[in-house]
């Protein structure tokens, strides 16, 4: 089944490349974004992506990108009965390449602003989870935890669009929303409390699951020939 997932994913408008290949249109988009803010009163995130996408052939396209993303969740502490707001933080961290290929539709047909496309792409990283007080990060909501470390790879599929906002699609907008398969493999290191002991133990194992993927950047055309 997973086999089949991959071919899927990478096979679905390559039948496409038939069509006249005299009508190139070949541009290099420079992509990404910096962004950083507030969620709540005690959430905080920070994201930033850098990438090239490669578009020939009219309808089609080939990207690369990196990708940084931190949250950060400061929980209260209580002292004598009093409550502070600024106690220890959980942080979790991923750092992974997102290679894509998208095909464009509409594109010989709408000659506007929009642009929607089909995408499929595959994500390889990393994911960090870690907290100054070892008493607030959990595994399967129960499991107290010093740290948890993840290599995960995502295959997904997507649906988005693109939207120009400068002359000859110069500069724009690019925002998709899809589902992957992410599989996962997982290092723990928990402990247990045994008064007067503490023990420490490590543990490694695999998950797989559907989760829902959101992507937007801003992009500039930086070679058309």
Not at 94 to 100: A, E, G, I, T
Not at 192 to 201: M, S, V
């Amino acid at each position: 089944m997973k086999r089949l997932i991959q071919c899927l994913i990478f096979i679905i408008p390559l039948t496409s490349f038939s069509q006249d290949v005299s009508d190139s249109n070949k541009k290099i988009l420079l992509r990404g974004k910096i962004f950083a803010s507030p969620i709540l009163e005690d959430a905080f995130f920070r994201n930033l992506s850098i990438g090239l996408e490669f578009r020939f052939l009219n309808q089609h396209s080939i990207g690369i990108d990196y990708v940084h993303f931190r949250f950060r969740i400061e929980q209260d502490s209580i002292v004598n009965g009093i409550e502070y707001t600024s106690g220890p933080s959980i942080y979790s961290r991923r750092n992974y390449l997102n290679v894509d290929y998208r095909f464009y539709p509409f594109r010989k047909r709408l000659n506007g602003r929009f642009d929607p496309y089909v995408n499929s792409f595959v994500k390889i990283g990393k994911r960090d989870v870690w907290s100054v007080d070892s008493s607030l990060v959990y595994a399967n909501g129960t499991e107290r935890l010093l740290a948890q470390n993840s290599n995960f790879t995502d295959y997904g599929l997507a649906v988005g669009t693109r939207l120009d906002f400068g002359v000859k699609d110069r500069f724009g907008l690019d925002a998709n929303i899809g589902c992957v398969k992410r599989m996962s493999r997982i290092w723990y290191q928990k402990y247990e409390t045994y008064d007067p002991l503490t023990i420490h133990e490590e543990f490694n194992t695999s998950d797989s699951k559907w989760v829902i993927h959101m992507r937007m950047n801003l992009y500039f055309r930086i070679l058309g020939y």
